[in-house]
């Protein structure tokens, strides 16, 4: 009889020791995957497109943060999406300079309960074209100007005619 009470003893034990693997449904709202994006200066709004497969509108929460301290991110932004749409959330944010970083982004309800799985998004910035492309920009305008000078001399034309 000891020997049956311990058998018993041994699989009660291994039945409550054994945890059960359930299979979780996947997250019906979630971060969709994208390609890299490209910034060209210090400060910008980085669009995080969030899908929401439930028959009502959700208001979820967009987390996002950088590994890299030379990236500051906002911690959240809040967002609203339609019933079985998709919607870009824009995060803000500044970075210090340029090169490529990493941007972990995820979703949590009001709650700070976590939705679905944490995406990465690979960033590359380059700061300094937009002040080269002001430049250029200023260089062709002032370029037009001067040659649409020249031809109005040329021309004959001059301010006292008009």
């Not at 003893?9 to 059960?20: C, E």
């Not at 910008?44 to 208001?59: A, G």
């Not at 080269?132 to 200023?138: L, S």
Request: aromatic share 6%; hydrophobic share 50%.
């Amino acid at each position: 009889m000891s020997k049956f009470l311990k058998a018993l003893a041994v699989l009660v034990l291994i039945a409550v020791a054994t945890p059960v693997q359930a299979a979780l449904p996947p997250a019906q709202v979630f971060v969709v995957t994208g390609s890299n994006i490209n910034i060209v200066s210090r400060e910008s709004k980085v669009p995080v497109s969030i899908q929401n497969n439930y028959d009502r509108q959700v208001k979820i929460r967009v987390h996002a943060s950088a590994p890299d301290p030379a990236v500051t991110v906002q911690n959240y932004v809040s967002l609203t999406i339609p019933a079985n749409s998709r919607k870009d959330a824009l995060i803000p944010i500044s970075i210090l300079s340029g090169g490529e970083y990493k941007l972990n982004v995820w979703v949590t309800t009001f709650n700070d309960i976590r939705v679905g799985e944490t995406v990465e998004m690979k960033l590359t910035v380059n700061p300094d074209i937009e002040v080269f492309i002001i430049i250029v920009f200023g260089a062709l305008i002032a370029v037009l100007l001067v040659l649409g000078v020249i031809r109005m001399k040329r021309r004959g034309i001059t301010g006292e005619q008009a």
